[in-house]
């Protein structure tokens, strides 16, 4: 047909070039958002340095380990890492339930872009961000005396899986996000799912303190499993954290992404 | 075979931008289209023309690949919208109902995502972008967040969103919604400039004035389907180019004068408490009206003189007004609730 001029600007690229390039467009727009509004950043630190303050401080004194293999803030830090990703993965929820009800998702829907792009970008972007606020953790968590009792390797490799974990928690999150399409409802719908997952852990106490029928989900719930795992990377081997506790924590990053991206990738196809 | 299928196959001896056939949508228990049929000359504007909840919507999301139908066909370009969306994606700009740009980005900013996306050349986007911003008179404000921006100043930018890949079919959804006097005037020189280079737009409405502003063809859509298609010139003809409304005391003084007025008035309708006719003789009517009114002693309460809007339309087509639309059918085909039908009255 005579208009349909192929209009000269507008290219045909593969899908998986559209897939990179339209994935990184959408994370740079969302870092853009996070450095516009840093108060997005600055709640996602501010309130894992005040649990550092009071547990260490505060409450600290009263948690007993009940073997004394290193001081409370070591065993404590790898705990408010966890937390940290996890609170962030909030984020996630709410900037898709955002996207949605402003109509932005529904422009991206009619854009040639790749269908992934919008799930990668996010879940990018915020990857990008928890690294940021993870070294940032760990730069409070040296101030009040958290000392490695490994190496450089462990410290990275427990940054590494806090990043898997922190990214598998997203697409959580992003699920949840897209079901309820409104930010303030994404908010409220998560803390149930977050609460048992954050108090009901190995996260700030040890288990071995908690009564005996909440010790199996408290010592291999994912969130407990990978705090340990943490501790084993950081502090070495203790009962608070054993290698086996590594992978338990892989098994569950890849459960939870097989599980989780196809059904937030379903949300999105059907979400406007 | 139908002319659907003529056109689709490309041996088109007319120039079909767009190609709706038998399309039906449902959300659940809400019907949102039933079956609607229309077609769009290309270099034209096609207005589709109703009230919140009659579908107009949920066709433009079909025809911008955002939705899937559940029967019937539609085609964009020679494209079906099912078989190959990507296909009719790059050959498309849609700006909805709610201005859906990024409030954290700067209005530069968006259109660069939006060029990205689109598969333009990175060398393509900045000039178009500024090209884009100074003809939507957004040059100043260009590199501030758009969360400091005005509504108008969003609405316009969406719209410039949707041009920023030049394409060849435009979906406005109700694009002048919530603008002020001089945006509006400008969106629809806007809109004329962009059909003499070539553009097709598809544009949905409530208002009949703005269909007989820029569309040179109207189909009126009611529950899901399309009730009239035609020149806006010939739908307003049928209703007379001024509608006047006289309000009585009761329904029986209501009875009495419109009796008085259907010997010389055969268009003359009561509802209720209301008398109302149509002319394309405004001042000659209120004349005449007042006179054998006075004349009666059977003076209205109220008296209120307006062009024919889309309620006149609908009461014409229907014996129905325009907003008489369940809650559900709105929220399921078109979203959050939009601002109110508007109406313009003269006080006689």
């Known amino acids: 047909m005579s208009v349909d001029v192929a209009t000269e600007i507008v290219r045909e690229r593969s899908l998986p070039v559209r897939a990179i390039r339209d994935a990184l467009a ?22 894992p340095v005040i649990f550092v303050v009071m547990f260490r401080y505060v409450f600290g004194g009263a948690i007993a380990l009940p073997v004394s293999f290193f001081p409370y803030v070591d065993f404590l830090m790898p705990g408010v890492f966890v937390q940290t990703v996890v609170f962030g993965a909030l984020a996630t929820a709410i900037g898709l339930a955002s996207d949605m009800k402003s109509g932005l998702m529904e422009r991206f829907r009619s854009l040639p872009m790749a269908r992934s792009a919008v799930l990668a970008g996010r879940t990018l972007a915020d990857l990008t961000r928890n690294l940021f606020v993870v070294l940032l953790m760990l730069a409070v968590g040296f101030l009040v005396g958290f000392r490695l009792h490994t190496d450089v390797l462990g ?24 079901l309820v399409g409104d930010p303030e409802t994404a908010q409220a719908a998560a803390f149930p799912l977050l609460a048992p997952l954050v108090f009901a852990s190995s996260l700030f106490v040890p288990v071995q303190s908690m009564p005996g029928w ?20 950081t502090l070495g081997d203790s009962p608070f954290g054993h290698s086996s506790d590594v992978w ?17 990738v379903r949300r999105y196809r059907r979400a406007i | 075979m139908t002319y659907f299928n003529y ?18 949508k449902r959300f659940g228990e809400v019907v949102a289209l039933d079956g609607i049929d229309f077609w769009v000359p290309a270099r034209s504007v096609f207005g589709l023309l109703g009230p919140n909840g009659a579908g107009k919507t949920t066709a433009v999301r079909i025809l911008a690949t955002v939705l899937e139908p559940d029967g019937g066909r539609a085609a964009v370009l020679g494209h079906d919208v099912v078989a190959e969306p990507d296909a009719i994606r790059r050959r498309i700009g849609l700006a909805g109902q709610f201005a859906a740009v990024d409030p954290n980005l700067t209005g530069r900013e968006n259109l660069r995502l939006i060029g990205l996306l689109s598969q333009m050349e990175t060398s393509a986007i900045p000039p178009r972008a500024a090209e884009l911003l100074e003809r939507f008179d957004l040059s100043d404000a260009a590199d501030r967040p758009v969360r400091t921006y005005s509504g108008g100043m969003r609405r316009r930018l969406d719209v410039a969103a949707a041009l920023v890949p030049r394409p060849p079919v435009l979906f406005l959804d109700e694009p002048t919604t919530g603008l002020d006097l001089h945006s509006r005037n400008g969106l629809w ?40 298609n035609d020149a806006p010139s010939v739908l307003k ?35 209720g408490t209301m008398v109302r006719l149509g002319s394309n003789e405004g001042p000659r009517l209120l004349v005449d009206v007042l006179r054998r009114l006075d004349g009666a002693q059977l003076a209205p309460a109220t008296l209120a003189v307006h062009e024919p ?4 339309v609908f009461l014409a087509l229907t014996g129905r007004h325009a907003e008489e639309i369940s809650e559900g059918a709105e929220q399921g085909a078109e979203g959050p609730a939009v601002p109110g039908r508007r109406r313009r009255r003269g006080a006689a």
């Not at chain 1, 740079?28 to 516009?36: D, E, K, M, Q, S």
């Not at chain 2, 056109?7 to 039906?24: F, H, K, R, S, Y």
């Not at chain 2, 049928?238 to 509608?243: M, R």
């Not at chain 2, 809007?309 to 006149?312: F, P, Q, Y």
């Open chain 1, 214 to 233: 909440l010790q199996p989900w408290a010592n291999h719930q994912p969130v407990s499993v990978t705090a340990k795992a943490i501790r084993f990377l």
């Open chain 2, 189 to 228: 020189d806007m809109i004329n400039e962009l059909v003499q280079d070539g553009t097709t737009v598809l544009l949905t409405t409530q208002y009949l004035e703005e269909a007989d502003r820029l569309a040179e063809r109207v189909a009126v859509i009611d529950h899901g389907q399309v009730i009239a």
């Open chain 1, 248 to 264: 338990e924590s892989l098994v569950w990053i890849v459960g939870i992404l097989l599980v989780f991206a196809p059904l937030a």
């Open chain 1, 155 to 178: 410290l990275i490799g427990g940054i590494l899986l806090l990043l898997a974990f922190g990214y598998a928690m997203s697409w959580i999150f992003a699920s949840v996000g897209l």
């Open chain 2, 237 to 271: 003809a049928q209703l007379g180019s001024t509608v006047a409304e006289l309000g009585f005391e009761d329904a029986s003084t209501a009875e009495q004068a419109r009796e008085l007025l259907a010997g010389r008035h055969p268009g003359v309708e009561r509802e």
């Open chain 1, 26 to 47: 959408v994370t740079g727009r969302n870092l853009i958002a996070y450095r516009r509004v840093p108060q997005l950043v600055v709640f996602s630190t501010i309130q």
């Open chain 2, 7 to 24: 056109l689709c196959q490309g041996t088109a001896v007319t120039d079909a931008a767009i190609e709706v056939e038998g399309l039906t």
């Open chain 2, 309 to 312: 809007s889309l309620d006149d």
